[in-house]
T-cell receptor
Framework: EPEVTQTPSHQVTQMGQEVILRCVPI?????FYWYRQILGQKVEFLVS????????KSEIFDDQFSVERPDGSNFTLKIRSTKLEDSAMYFC????????????????FGPGTRLLVL | RKEVEQDPGPFNVPEGATVAFNCTYS??????FFWYRQDCRKEPKLLMS???SGNEDGRFTAQLNRASQYISLLIRDSKLSDSATYLC?????????FGKGTRLSVIA
């Protein structure tokens, strides 16, 4: 069964450093998403991406964040200058479409990257 | 008012029990509804999409009540392996809005 993959599984970084989190969405999916989950809190939406551009973003997704699809398979989240409060689990997700039938808009999540900022 | 609310639990139930969770949502424009299961420090995994007419998948039954703006999940004949956090998710446009989850512990 196709699945979303993410690398690395864990990342430890110093405050102020740049990190890039990588994701390979499911191959026939057109919509890609990043979510984060701070320990003990709920899963929060960061950004959605379609047709090589951001389609929606939350208040969390400020100028320190950027996303890119550098090639036909990878989807990346960059945090330019990490802060302590960026420590969280970052999940990538993908879906066939946005809207339409429930089956096709269902979002499937990758295993996550645990980011720890020291 | 929080967008998606769930009772955090924990619900501690014996094996074989039936347990039900509710989730309320505040935005009446919500379009799609899902239940995800999340094990400790793992990703949310889709358990069920929730159809307007309600749907069943084995021991799991999901219901949607648009008038009262809540969805429910019923688990029959609980197994030890059902122990997890159950996340309600509501799709308002593109992003999923999650509840904080309800923790279930099934005890032998």
């Amino acid at each position: 069964e196709p699945e979303v993959t993410q690398t690395p599984s864990h990342q430890v970084t110093q405050m102020g450093q740049e990190v890039i989190l990588r994701c390979v969405p499911i191959s026939n999916h057109l919509y890609f998403y990043w979510y984060r989950q701070i320990l003990g809190q709920k899963v929060e939406f960061l950004v959605s991406f379609y047709n090589n551009e951001i389609s929606e973003k939350s208040e969390i997704f400020d100028d320190q964040f950027s996303v890119e699809r550098p090639d036909g398979s990878n989807f990346t989240l960059k945090i330019r200058s990490t802060k302590l409060e960026d420590s969280a689990m970052y999940f990538c997700a993908s879906s066939e479409v946005s809207g339409g039938t429930l089956v096709r808009e269902t979002q499937y999540f990758g295993p996550g990257t645990r980011l720890l900022v020291l | 008012r929080k967008e998606v609310e769930q009772d955090p639990g924990p619900f501690n139930v014996p094996e074989g029990a039936t347990v039900a969770f509710n989730c309320t949502y505040s935005n009446s424009a919500s379009q799609s509804f899902f239940w995800y299961r999340q094990d400790c420090r793992k990703e949310p995994k889709l358990l069920m999409s929730v159809y307007s007419s309600g749907n069943e998948d084995g021991r799991f039954t999901a219901q949607l009540n648009r008038a009262s703006q809540y969805i429910s999940l019923l688990i029959r004949d609980s197994k030890l392996s059902d122990s997890a956090t159950y996340l309600c998710a509501v799709n308002i446009g593109t992003p999923l809005v999650f509840g904080k989850g309800t923790r279930l512990s099934v005890i032998a």
